[in-house]
């Protein structure tokens, strides 16, 4: 909202001179009117020098769209009487016969104000021009100037059509009937149906009601007869249909925030008096006002001591009676109540108050916010900790954090096409009703192709080793929004350094991560093999976890698959491996219920064996293997080296391992160990067909 | 192998979480994908209200299950404007006193730039008991950002409007990056940094708390936007890019 300040010294006294103006904006500011500029204006003839203040008005405070509503403010802020002009309904002759109204449908329109003027159709006077162009309202015709002024005075808009353009001298205040369109005044042929309220003549309409008017009636040169329009619509009605066919205006943004009821008989008598000062018109009607069901006035009661028990400071009885009424209540204190209770009456134009707090909300506004002492609200009762959820995504991190990973915040939507690589379950996918793009559609069922973004990001700033994890939320019609984890990792392993060769990372390097996370929650993943449509067949698995005798699913992990990776953008050739795991498995707190061993007072024996065996065995099949004749004195089990190759027959693999044995109890003979090594390689022969090297 | 970085946006929650966790609050978590009830009406923005706009909201196309991980009868229908939903879940299932910080990814359909994106990071605060005023929250507000940012940050409180607090207000801490006027305060020295006001009582009566015996206050934290001013990132978007040569400036 802009308006000159010369503008407003008319309705009230300010007592901050010209030169001052930042003042008066940062005292607006305070009491919840931004002023975001003040534009200096050059001086008129004989005049101070103006100023265009650009406000930021909230959508509660309509009243405000209009320089009286400021006026009030301003009055409030400064202890000084706003001045409104007494204005008469007769402006001219009253000539004219009064145009019949008729309002069909009184609950979209409970008030219509109509009357007729004779005018003048010209070009508006220099002053009024200049308030319209400081608005940024650009100035058409006098009399479509002057609807344009009452509604930056008064914040009331109005309307005006050509008389001898509509059909009959009359006014049907309806809704649309199917069928029925309308050319408006941006020129364009709109589509109405029976949701929409219109004025309409005796046959067709002529204007959407509270948004544009119709180009037929539009006020042109050779107007000679004007009928003007000021209505109260409801703000619901004019908000939908606005939306409905796409347009916002002037009219539309006032009327759906809530215009003043009592405003349009005010509003038509001011444009005559403005019409007939600017020599436009010299006769008129009298002033036709419809509206069936006045209310009976807001009155919302307002207690003293309520103001101190919300503000946290007590506030000057009078202090609250002088800003109130200044803002146009008006408060009448309740025989025998002390502290006071007052029964306040609202303005119409007010329709943002109708509790208690609001009102306390206008004292405190002008007394300052900065004026409230800070305090410190007592606890009365001890916090409770967050959730596990909390415990477990920090354990994440730091886990993650330590194995070189740094972490990803990436977008909630993606594309749909990629979403279907990675769940292939269509009727799963949520879709946005409006997405921000026509790429990103979909919420996302995982978070890897989020991450496999975030990659590619990096890859293309050559970036060649990467480790990224997300903790996030991914969505399914399925199972709704469940926490999750991704990781991705590619490059170097082991980065380049004078200690030691470079490595490249591979499966195993992600399966140790994923033992180490797990690990942090004091407990056992089990891998098995698996396949999906993003990962490479053979090195895939489902990832399971270990609670007890029961697994549980966590996820899964593999290596993309390249074709995947270069459908998503991705360039270069280095393997990329990634994991996804549903994080509410890993959610109870680790080691809550742990009862620890006593640390073994008895030497180990180790034993290495070498043994060559299938190469798709998995590991962990192995490892059972060997921990069943192994007994409880097999303590560790750890795969040392494993070698493909020369010497080595095709589609075998060669493990070393290493066997720790202990007794809790007493010193293990040399004996005991080679006994329970050879069971165990018994039972790999028998089992798995190894082969002792 | 070195260390990798936490993301600069969980750096600045875990701050905030701290200094709201030793002021005794409980930190919650809750469901991004949100139905209407919790996201605005329960918060005193019935249909058609022009507050709405404020929120340029992302619906969905089809109800999905609710209440992420927590549970809810309503579908989701929209992807939550503000944690707020958070706030009204947990007063539905808990009497006065309240004490609770509500971080999460937001959601609002702005066309991304320098200071927007679609998607940013709020954490919210509630509190409410017997007795608790607008000085409350300007004590705890204000002893909560000296901590975060300087002892010498200067706060100022101004009234704004929000549908679910009466009286609102905005939050301002004096510009750090100049002396009285530069291009991020708009030449205005002072920045903007949250919002806030006193729990509206038609958010009391939602949840079936007697606004005559209890009184409280919220407010809402983008954290973006103090990272963005904390750490002097110039651009919104390069937090949700994940270019390691920006995480890796962060601690770990």
Redesign the interface.
């Known amino acids: 909202m802009r308006i000159l300040v010369s503008w407003l010294r008319e309705f009230v006294p300010i007592p901050v001179g010209s030169n001052d103006i930042g003042e008066l904006a940062d005292a607006l500011?305070?009491?919840?009117f931004?002023v975001g500029s003040v534009e200096p204006r050059p001086a008129i003839a004989g005049e101070p020098t103006d100023a265009v203040l650009d406000l930021e008005i909230?959508?509660?405070?309509p009243d405000c769209l209009g320089v009286l509503g400021i006026a009030r403010e301003v009055g409030a802020i400064y202890g000084v009487d706003v001045r409104i002009p007494e204005l008469t309904q007769a402006s001219g002759s009253q000539a004219l016969d009064p145009i019949a109204v008729t309002i069909e449908d009184p609950d979209l329109c409970p008030r219509y104000v109509g009357a007729l003027s004779d005018v003048e159709v010209g070009p508006s006077p220099a002053w009024l021009v200049e308030r319209l162009e400081a608005a940024e309202i650009r100035p058409i015709n006098n009399v479509v100037d002057v609807t344009n002024y009452v509604m930056l005075e008064l914040g009331h808009p109005m309307h005006a059509f050509d008389l001898d353009r509509l059909n009959g001298r009359e006014i049907r205040v309806r809704r649309a009937r199917t069928g029925e369109s309308i050319r408006t005044l941006d020129g364009v042929r709109r589509p109405l149906e029976p949701e929409i309220l219109i004025i309409a003549d005796a046959e067709q309409p002529q204007a959407v009601a509270g948004v544009m008017g119709g180009g037929n009636s539009e006020v042109s040169t050779t107007t000679r007869t004007i009928v003007l329009e000021a209505a109260y619509f409801d703000?619901?009605s004019i908000?939908?249909t606005s939306k409905r066919i796409g347009l916002t205006t002037d009219a539309s943004y006032r009327f759906?925030?809530g215009a003043d009821i009592d405003a349009p008989v005010r509003a038509v008598a001011r444009a005559r008096q403005l019409l007939a000062a600017i020599g436009s018109t010299k006769s008129d009607s009298p002033i036709v006002d419809q509206f069936p069901k006045p209310a009976a006035p807001v009155i919302v009661q307002l207690r003293h001591h309520r103001i101190g028990?919300?503000?946290?400071?007590v506030i000057d009885e009078t202090f609250v009676i002088s800003i109130l009424t200044r803002l146009g209540f008006a408060p009448r204190t309740e025989p025998g109540t002390a502290p006071p209770i007052w029964k306040v009456t609202v303005p119409t134009f007010r329709v943002d108050v109708s509790?208690e707090?609001?009102l306390?909300?206008e004292v405190?506004?002008h007394y300052g916010?900065?004026r409230?002492?800070?305090?410190?609200?007592a606890?009365?009762?001890?916090?409770?900790?967050?959730?596990p959820?909390?415990d477990r995504d920090?354990l994440v991190?730091r886990v993650?954090?330590?194995?070189?990973?740094?972490?990803?915040?990436?977008?909630?939507?993606i594309e749909r096409r990629t979403a279907l690589a990675v769940h292939t379950d269509e009727q799963d996918i949520?879709?946005?009703?409006?997405?921000?793009s026509e790429k990103d559609t979909v919420?996302r069922p995982s978070l890897l192709p989020g991450l496999v973004d975030?990659l590619i990001?990096?890859r293309r700033?050559e970036?060649q080793d990467?480790?990224?994890?997300e903790i996030?939320?991914r969505?399914?019609?399925s199972?709704?929004?469940?926490?999750a984890l991704a990781l991705a990792m590619t490059g170097a392993?082991?980065?380049q350094h004078w200690s030691g060769p470079e490595r490249e990372t591979d499966l195993f390097d992600l399966t140790g991560v994923l033992t180490q996370l797990c690990d942090g929650f004091g407990k056992e993943i089990i891998l098995e093999p698996d396949t999906a449509d993003h990962l490479v067949p053979g090195r895939t698995a489902k990832v399971q976890l270990k609670i007890g005798d029961r697994t549980t699913a966590l996820g899964i992990l593999g290596q993309l698959d390249p074709e995947f990776a270069n459908a998503q953008g991705l360039t270069g050739s280095a393997a990329v491996f990634v994991a996804e795991l549903d994080l509410?498995p890993l959610t109870t707190a680790a080691g809550h219920h742990l009862q620890a061993t006593p640390v073994p007072r008895q030497p180990s024996i180790t034993r290495d064996l070498s043994i060559e065996i299938d190469e798709a065995l998995p590991a962990a099949q192995v490892r059972d293997t060997i921990r069943a004749p192994g007994g409880p004195t097999l303590v560790s089990v750890k795969e040392i080296d494993r070698y493909q190759g020369q010497g080595i027959a095709a589609g075998a693999v060669s493990l070393s391992i290493r066997l720790t044995f202990r007794a809790p109890d007493r010193t293990l003979t040399d004996a005991e160990a080679q006994s329970s090594t050879d069971e165990i390689v018994s039972a790999l022969v028998l089992d798995h067909r190894a082969k002792l090297r | 192998?070195?260390?990798?970085?936490?993301?600069p946006?969980?750096l600045i929650r875990?701050q905030v979480?701290s200094i709201f966790?030793a002021m005794?609050?409980?930190?919650?978590?809750g469901?991004?994908?949100e139905d209407d009830y919790h996201n605005f009406e329960a918060l005193n923005m019935p249909p058609?209200h022009?507050?709405r706009?404020?929120q340029d909201t992302?619906?969905?196309?089809?109800p999905?299950?609710?209440?992420?991980?927590l549970q809810s009868t309503r579908p989701?229908t929209l992807?939550r404007t503000h944690t707020s939903g958070m706030q009204i879940r947990y007063m539905e299932s808990h009497k006065p006193?309240v004490?609770i910080i509500a971080p999460g990814?937001v959601?609002r359909?702005d066309t991304p730039d320098l200071t927007h994106s679609?998607?940013f990071?709020q954490v919210e605060g509630l509190?409410v008991?017997s007795?608790?005023?607008?000085?409350?929250l300007?004590?705890?507000l204000?002893?909560f950002l000296k901590t975060f940012f300087d002892a010498k940050t200067q706060v100022?409180?101004?009234?704004?409007?929000f549908?679910y607090t009466?009286?609102?207000?905005e939050v301002f801490i004096d510009c750090a990056f100049c002396e009285g006027g530069c291009a991020v305060c708009k030449q205005t020295g002072w920045l903007e940094i949250l919002g806030c006001g006193?729990v509206?009582?038609a958010v009391f009566e939602a949840v079936g708390y007697d606004p005559e015996h209890y009184?409280g206050w919220a407010f809402g934290l983008g954290i973006d936007r103090v990272a963005l001013l904390k750490h002097r990132v110039e651009d919104i978007r390069l937090?949700?890019?994940?270019?390691?040569?920006l995480?890796?400036q962060f601690p770990?």
């Not at chain 1, 409230?372 to 609200?377: M, S």
């Not at chain 2, 009466?166 to 207000?169: C, I, K, L, Y």
């Not at chain 2, 937090?239 to 040569?245: A, S, T």
């Open positions: 500011t305070m009491c919840g931004e909230t959508t509660n405070r703000p619901i908000r939908r759906e925030r028990h919300l503000l946290g400071q509790r707090e609001d306390i909300e405190a506004r916010y900065d409230l002492p800070p305090t410190f609200p606890l009365t009762l001890p916090a409770s900790p967050a959730g959820w909390r920090q991190r993650l954090t330590g194995c070189g990973f740094s972490e990803a915040i990436t977008y909630a939507f949520v879709t946005l009703k409006n997405p921000m919420l975030s990001h990096n700033r970036r990467i480790r990224l994890f996030g939320s969505f399914r019609y199972d709704g929004e469940t926490p392993s082991i980065p509410q | 192998m070195p260390f990798g970085h936490r993301h946006l969980t875990e979480e966790g005794g609050f409980e930190i919650l978590q469901p991004q994908v058609d022009p507050a706009d404020m992302f619906y969905l196309d089809q999905m299950p609710g209440g992420g991980t989701a992807l006193p004490r990814l959601y359909r679609p998607m990071l509190l008991g007795g608790i005023t607008m000085g409350d300007k004590g705890t204000v002893t100022m409180f101004r009234p704004s409007f549908p009466e009286p609102s207000a006193m509206h009582p009184t937090f949700y890019d994940n270019d390691l040569r995480l890796e770990h």
